[in-house]
């Protein structure tokens, strides 16, 4: 049986070098396959393999104090959902392009938004009808699902959000509250920060990210749709009741289902129903 886990950890690392050394061994030494990125900031995770394999991973890992404390996503899968395994060091864990306007000391992210539970998010919309979601995903991620009213950027790529705000144009947002959402919520950690920085008074983010709200309550909230996810599973429905709202941008069919296009665009990614990205 296997599994994949996501998680990640906002913390001063002295020597991420080390870090990705010892973790392509930790998981090399447990068949595991995904992808980890390790900076000065933290560690950002998503790996899978047989199911004891990552459990061993995951408490070899914890044992390094600063991430004794990681939030750690469980959903089905294996390490055949990854091609390969890569472990890389960067500048940022989530690449904003901004490292050096990220401060990060042992309580995680300085200045980001505050965090808020599936259920204390619940009671923020219902107390407070003004409240706005913000997808800090790719446009494409929004296509197939999203909180219900949510605003949606054209963000092709994480960089393209600094522009986005420096622009201007979600500055009508400033005085509402500003509830920031992602995957498993490493995106919103630094997205709220960036957004706070730029005069946005009242920011939250998802604690735990659309995963985590998709656990506590299905298609049952105010999450519409299916979770895009960046392995070859492509997306996570919570429940069979999940609805269909993306488009296929072929024949327009109601569908969740993200493919690659054919050559010679086959790098860039769309909502296509089963039919139409059929070879």
Known sequence: ????????VF???????????????????????????VSRHGINVTV??????VKRYLRATKEYPAFAGADVKWSDGS???FPKLSVRARDEIVTFGVPDEIEVDDGGVRGGGTHLSPEEVNALVERRPDAVFFDGRN?????IGRFAGAVVTPARTTRDFVELLDSGEYDHLKGRPVITYCTGGVRCEVLSALMRNRGFGEVYQLDGGIARYGERYGD????EGAMYVFDRRMRIDFS??????GRCTTCGTPTSNVANLA????????????GCAAP
């Open 1 to 8: 049986m296997g599994k994949i886990v996501l998680f990640y």
């Open 11 to 37: 913390a001063p690392l002295a020597d991420p070098e080390a870090i990705r050394l010892w973790q392509r061994a930790l998981c090399e030494a447990n068949d595991l396959r995904g992808r980890i990125l």
């Open 48 to 53: 899978g393999g047989e199911i004891r394999a």
């Open 79 to 81: 390490a055949d959902d």
């Open 139 to 143: 446009a494409i991620e929004a296509e």
């Open 220 to 223: 049952s909230g105010l999450w």
């Open 240 to 245: 069979d009741a999940a609805k269909r709202i």
């Open 263 to 274: 050559p010679p665009r086959d790098r860039d990614l769309a909502v296509l129903c089963e």
